[in-house]
C-alpha cells in the first residue's frame, strides 16, 4: 500500500470533536448524549449577591499568620471575589480573648499605621518583607496542618492591632467581616459577655462596620471544652449579644448569624438547632449550619466524583430548611462554613482540580435549593481545603470561585437533564442563572450554564431548550496532564491560569462556539456555558 494512500486512511480515520482531531477510536467520538431543559420564562428564586463569600480560620492567630493580610497579593486576589463576605471564625474562635493592648505581639511587628476610617487602606507590607513572611509561612504551614487538627484546643489573644489588619483587610477586599465570638466564656451556664463587651467598645470607636456570630458548632462545646450548652440557653445568649450590639450607634443594624450548627448528623443537633431558634431565631438575619462531604482522613479521589456522595447534601439542605421553615418562617438560611473535607481538608485531593467537582456542585445544589450564601472555609491557611496555597498562589478552587464570580448571577433557574438510554446517574450535573449583569460578555436575556462530567465519558449535552448563535465556553480542566485530577493547577480552554505578577490577575477569556443545539463536555471536568442570545424572559 502507497505511503499517500495510508495517510488519506489515516486522515479520514479521524474525526473533528470540539475544535480538536480525535481519532475514531477516541471515546470522545462515543460521546453520551444528555438531553437538558430549561425554562427561561420565570426564576425559581435569588441568592444574595454576596453568595459566594469566604472565612479565615481564628487558629491563624497561633501562627501569627495574620500580618499576611497585609500582603498587596492576597488582597489583590480576594478583591477579585468581591463583593462577598469575610467570615472569621472556626473552632479556634471560641478559644480567642480580646487583648487591646497585646503585649505578645507578633515577631514581624512593623510600624504599621491603624485606619481612622474605612476609606483608608492598610498599610502595605514592603515586597521584600512579604516574600520573606510568605517563605517562612510556607516552610510552616505543612507542619501546622498536621499539627492544627489533634483535638487540642488553647487559648489564644487578638489584639488591637490585630483587630485593625483584619478588618482593613476585608474592608480593602471589597468583603463585609463577620466576625466571630467566643461562647465558651461562661459562669454558670451562662454566656459572660465581659471580654466581647470590650471588643465591642473597641470596634464602635473605630466605626467598624462589620457583623457577629457567638460560637462555632455549638454541638461539639462538650468535646472541645467538656462543657454542654442547651440550644434555648444559646437563643438566650445570642438575645444578650442583641441587646448588647444595640447600645452602640455603630452596630445598630449590624448583622447577627448563628447558631453555627454542626451538620445533621444525628438527632440531638436537630433538637438542638429547634430549642436556638425558639429562643434565638427571631432576632438573627440569618440562620447558619456547617458543612463537609466526608472526612478529610480517610476520603479517596472516588469520592470526590461520586454522584451519591455529591447527592447527599440535598436531603441535608432540606432538612435544615424544614427545621427553619417550621420554627421562623421567611428566615434566610446560610451555609456559614463548608468545603469538601471536614478535619482540615483531605491531603492532595481537596487542593486539588478534583476538588472543584464538589465546590461547583455544592454552589449550583445550594443556589437551586434555597440556601442564601455559601462561606467557603478558608481563603488561605494550614490546612489542605484553601484557596490559595501557602505560598499564596490561587489553587484550581480558586480559580473556579473567580470564574464563577464573574458569570453567574443572583437569578436561579430552573434546569434538568435527562440520558436517552436512562445511564446518566448524575454523572452530567448542570445548573442555569441569569448571567451576572457585570459581567463583560452580559447582553439582556443572556444565561449562564455550569455543567460537571463526572464520567470517564464524554458527555454531548443537548440544548434542548433552543438553537442558539453565540455560546461563550470556560472550560476548566487540570493544568498538569500528569497529574491529571490531581493537578494543582487549571486550564481555561487550553491555557493555563497565573497570575500576571503579585498583583495582577489574567484576563478571563471565553471561547465562542459555532452556532448549535448542543455541547461537548469532555470526561471529568467541569465548565461554564454563557448562552448569550437565550433572550431569557426571566434575565431582561
Not at 45 to 70: C, E, G, K, N
Not at 348 to 370: E, H, I, T
Not at 485 to 494: A, C, H, I, P, T
Request: overall charge positive; hydrophobic content about 40%.
Amino acid at each position: 500500500m502507497s505511503s499517500l494512500l495510508l495517510l488519506y486512511l489515516w486522515l479520514h480515520s479521524c474525526v473533528l470533536v470540539n475544535g480538536f482531531r480525535a481519532f475514531a477510536s477516541d471515546p470522545r467520538v462515543r460521546a453520551k448524549s444528555v438531553q437538558v431543559d430549561a425554562d427561561l420564562a420565570r426564576h425559581l428564586r435569588t441568592v444574595s449577591p454576596r453568595f459566594l463569600s469566604v472565612a479565615l480560620d481564628a487558629s491563624l492567630l497561633r501562627q501569627h499568620a495574620l500580618d499576611l493580610l497585609q500582603s498587596e497579593k492576597l488582597i489583590t486576589l480576594t478583591r477579585a471575589l468581591s463583593p462577598g463576605y469575610l467570615r472569621f471564625g472556626g473552632t479556634g474562635a471560641d478559644f480567642v480573648l480580646f487583648e487591646p493592648n497585646d503585649p505578645r505581639l507578633s515577631p514581624y511587628e512593623h510600624s504599621w499605621k491603624s485606619p481612622k476610617s474605612q476609606d483608608i487602606h492598610p498599610y502595605l507590607l514592603p515586597l521584600e518583607l512579604e516574600e520573606y513572611l510568605i517563605h517562612l509561612w510556607s516552610l510552616q504551614a505543612p507542619l501546622m496542618a498536621k499539627n492544627e487538627f489533634q483535638g487540642l484546643f488553647k487559648n489564644m489573644t487578638i489584639s488591637g492591632r490585630t483587630l485593625d489588619i483584619l478588618y482593613s483587610f476585608a474592608n480593602c477586599s471589597g468583603l463585609h467581616l463577620i466576625f466571630g465570638l467566643n461562647a465558651l466564656l461562661r459562669k454558670n451556664h451562662v454566656w459572660d459577655s465581659s471580654n466581647a463587651q470590650e471588643l465591642l467598645q473597641y470596634c464602635a470607636l473605630k466605626q467598624y462596620n462589620m457583623s457577629w456570630e457567638l460560637g462555632n458548632e455549638p454541638n461539639s462545646f462538650r468535646r472541645k471544652a467538656g462543657i454542654k450548652v442547651r440550644g434555648t440557653q444559646l437563643g438566650e445568649d445570642f438575645q444578650h449579644l442583641y441587646s448588647l450590639l444595640h447600645m452602640f450607634r455603630t452596630f445598630n443594624h449590624t448583622g447577627l448569624y448563628g447558631p453555627d450548627i454542626g451538620q445533621p448528623r444525628r438527632r440531638p443537633i436537630i433538637t438542638m438547632l429547634k430549642g436556638f431558634l425558639e429562643t434565638g431565631g427571631e432576632i438573627l438575619n440569618a440562620v447558619t449550619w456547617h458543612h463537609y462531604y466526608v472526612n478529610g482522613r480517610n476520603t479517596s479521589l472516588k469520592d470526590f466524583l461520586s454522584p451519591q456522595v455529591l447527592d447527599s447534601l440535598v436531603w441535608r439542605i432540606n432538612e435544615i430548611l424544614q427545621v427553619v421553615a417550621k420554627t421562623v418562617p421567611g428566615k434566610k438560611v446560610w451555609l456559614g462554613e463548608t468545603s469538601s473535607a471536614y478535619g482540615g481538608g483531605a491531603p492532595d485531593l481537596s487542593n486539588r482540580y478534583v476538588a472543584g467537582f464538589m465546590w461547583l456542585d455544592k454552589l449550583g445544589l445550594s443556589a437551586k435549593l434555597g440556601i442564601d450564601v455559601v462561606i467557603r472555609q478558608v481563603l488561605f491557611g494550614a490546612a489542605y481545603y484553601q484557596l490559595v496555597d501557602w505560598h499564596l498562589d490561587p489553587l484550581p478552587d480558586y480559580w473556579l470561585s473567580l470564574i464563577y464570580k464573574k458569570l453567574v448571577g443572583i437569578k436561579v433557574l430552573n434546569i434538568s437533564s435527562t440520558q436517552s438510554d436512562g445511564g446518566n446517574k448524575g454523572t452530567l450535573r448542570v445548573y442555569m442563572h441569569c448571567t451576572n449583569p457585570n459581567s463583560e460578555i452580559y447582553q439582556k436575556g443572556a444565561v449562564t450554564m455550569f455543567a460537571l462530567n463526572l464520567s470517564k465519558q464524554d458527555k454531548q449535552i443537548l440544548l434542548h431548550f433552543g438553537r442558539f448563535n453565540k455560546i461563550i465556553q470556560f472550560l476548566l480542566q487540570p493544568g498538569d496532564n500528569e497529574e491529571g485530577l490531581r493537578s494543582q493547577s487549571v486550564k481555561l480552554n487550553g491555557q493555563l491560569l497565573k497570575m500576571v505578577d503579585h498583583k495582577t490577575l489574567p484576563v478571563i477569556k471565553g471561547k465562542a462556539l459555532q452556532a448549535a443545539s448542543s455541547v461537548i463536555l469532555p470526561a471529568q471536568s467541569y465548565a461554564f456555558y454563557v448562552i448569550q442570545d437565550a433572550k431569557a424572559p426571566a434575565c431582561q
